[in-house]
């Protein structure tokens, strides 16, 4: 399937307006766009016409609507045109992880912003797993760093609630981003809020 990755500037997305690609991943892609009072916000965007995937995307959406917490990117709004499904999140300014970590001068400053940023990064995910969620996909790509040396995680298509007997993927399915797996999602196994552990010690190492 080909993705939205192509709307021009000024296409309308529910009350927003299309500036520019901010990026595009596997499945989607994120575009700068701003409303009537000339707020910016992030809206992810997707092709319709794969329900499960689709399903995934408005999960996406669900979960980071519930999560009001500290350090996990805010979602606002989900709108379904002809072709197209979006939800506008809050738009972060920055680099991933490794790119602010891999900006420091000398190596002991690297390790300085390595501690900072790692302590940040499991304490927003000690919030998530009280909260009762797994995340499933922690990566560079996922964990950015605000123009204030704040830590935001985003992208939540995978993630899953502790208690759910709803999920959108095949029992035994892999899932995640290879170089940052946990040998039981390799296994196939049921997630735990070990994996996101797991998944974060390799970014940090």
């Known amino acids: 399937m080909e ?9 309308q ?16 892609t994120v575009y700068r766009c701003v409303d009537e009072q000339d707020d910016e916000f992030a809206v992810k965007v997707r092709k319709r016409g794969v329900l499960s995937a689709d399903r995934r995307f408005l999960r996406e959406y669900e979960a980071m609507r519930s999560l009001r917490l500290p350090g996990v990117v805010r ?3 989900a709108g379904l045109e ?3 499904i979006w939800f506008s999140m809050e738009v972060v300014r920055g680099p991933t992880i490794l790119q602010f970590i891999h ?3 000398t190596p002991s400053r690297r390790v300085d912003f390595t501690l900072d940023l790692g302590q940040q990064l499991l304490s927003i995910l000690s919030s998530l797993h009280n909260a009762g ?4 996909d922690i990566k560079p790509s996922n964990v950015l760093v605000d123009e204030f040396g704040a830590v935001k995680v985003l992208d939540f298509g995978i993630s899953r609630y502790f208690d759910s007997v709803t999920d959108y993927t095949d029992p035994g399915m892999v899932i995640g981003t290879v170089p940052y797996m946990a040998p039981e999602q390799f296994a196939g196994l049921p997630p735990n ?3 996101d552990v797991y998944a974060s010690a390799l970014i940090l190492y």
Do not use: I, M
């Not at 993705?3 to 296409?11: E, F, I, M, Q, S």
């Not at 307006?17 to 901010?22: D, G, I, M, S, T």
């Not at 969620?133 to 499933?136: G, K, P, S, T, W």
């Open 3 to 11: 993705y939205a990755h192509k709307l021009p500037a000024g296409h």
């Open 13 to 28: 997305l529910g009350p927003y307006w299309v500036v520019e690609a901010l990026g595009t991943g596997a499945s989607a």
């Open 75 to 77: 979602v606002f709004e």
């Open 82 to 84: 002809p072709d197209l």
């Open 103 to 105: 900006r420091a001068k």
């Open 133 to 136: 969620f797994v995340h499933r």
């Open 193 to 195: 809020d070990r994996v």
